[in-house]
């Protein structure tokens, strides 16, 4: 080295470093692609989020990077490319925009929008139930955002109050997206049977449950699920000791009433999550936008009673 500095005094870039030696504080203060990487965001068991620096045009972003054993399972990588893809298929004021898919050496990363204001599931853990207003408003909100990836021809799955982030300015986007919809049940079925369970359970449809097919009905199953959280501050079935009790009570017992956890929960609302909740796809709501008016209704006559 010119300056006298050795080479084993340099920082390590987390791409040279062994797959097993990676930890999420490798990447403080490195280089991604064109990303200056300076905090963590978030580390689940399938990967990491980091806040980094795009300084060609002066914005922050978020990155997600699949975990390095993961990376190295082929379905892992595909169905994290997957949600990249099909959420980059379509833009909407509340969902989370995607700004670019890349690859260094053996990372592949999304590179996406940062919503810095923390998911309804974070507020839940902190502050418990939401009031009926802003639960409600914030599902209007989400099912636009949803709406539109259904016209776009995706289902995403995985609806849930960890996948509704807010802004620091209170829009909802809906984030994680997962599967496309022209993915085949067939396909679908395999990754279950390779023990890749889509969904979260206590947020799961009927149909994900018994590794049926699924439409745009099964995340309208989803997001009456994640209303009943949002009312209550507690997750359907939540009583169940397993995640294969849960599953079984999705399939077969009755849709869980709001009002039993919280009193102060009105009978419209608690309706609209019985009907989004039914068993037979049929019986639901035909379409998030269907499901949208019942609860604009709803926000509606409780704007007028409160006022």
Not at 105 to 116: A, F, L, N, Q, T
Not at 146 to 159: K, N, P
Not at 203 to 213: A, K, L, W
Request: charge should be negative; aromatic fraction near 6%.
């Amino acid at each position: 080295m010119t300056d006298g500095t050795s080479a084993s005094m340099l920082p390590t870039q987390p791409s040279m470093l062994p797959a097993q030696q990676r930890t999420p504080k490798d990447w403080l203060g490195q280089q991604l692609g064109g990303y200056q990487i300076n905090e963590i965001l978030g580390v689940g068991e399938k990967g990491l989020v980091l806040k980094a620096h795009d300084a060609s045009i002066e914005r922050n972003v978020a990155i997600k990077i699949l975990t390095e054993d993961l990376a190295s399972d082929e379905t892992e990588r595909t169905r994290f490319l997957a949600e990249a893809k099909s959420a980059g298929k379509f833009n909407h004021a509340h969902t989370v925009t995607i700004h670019e898919i890349a690859q260094q050496g053996d990372i592949s990363y999304i590179v996406m929008e940062i919503v810095s204001g923390g998911s309804t599931q974070d507020y839940l853990d902190t502050n418990g139930a939401y009031s009926v207003s802003d639960a409600t408003k914030i599902i209007i909100d989400a099912s636009k955002g949803l709406a539109a990836a259904h016209q776009a021809g995706f289902v995403h799955r995985d609806i849930k109050p960890a996948n509704l982030l807010l802004t620091e300015d209170g829009i909802v986007k809906v984030s994680d997206f997962r599967l496309a919809k022209q993915t085949s049940s067939q396909a679908a079925l395999k990754l279950t049977l390779a023990g890749q369970v889509i969904g979260t359970p206590h947020f799961m449809s009927p149909e994900q449950c018994e590794f049926d097919e699924v439409d745009a009905r099964s995340d309208i199953y989803s997001m009456g699920a994640t209303y009943y959280s949002l009312l209550t501050g507690k997750r359907p079935y939540e009583e169940k000791k397993n995640d294969a009790q849960v599953m079984l009570a999705h399939v077969g017992a009755e849709p869980p009433d709001a009002r039993s956890v919280n009193p102060d929960v009105p009978d419209a609302c608690a309706q609209i999550i019985e009907q989004a909740m039914a068993k037979d796809p049929e019986q639901r709501y035909a379409s998030l936008d269907e499901m949208r008016e019942d609860l604009e209704a709803v926000l509606e006559s409780f704007s007028w009673e409160c006022g």
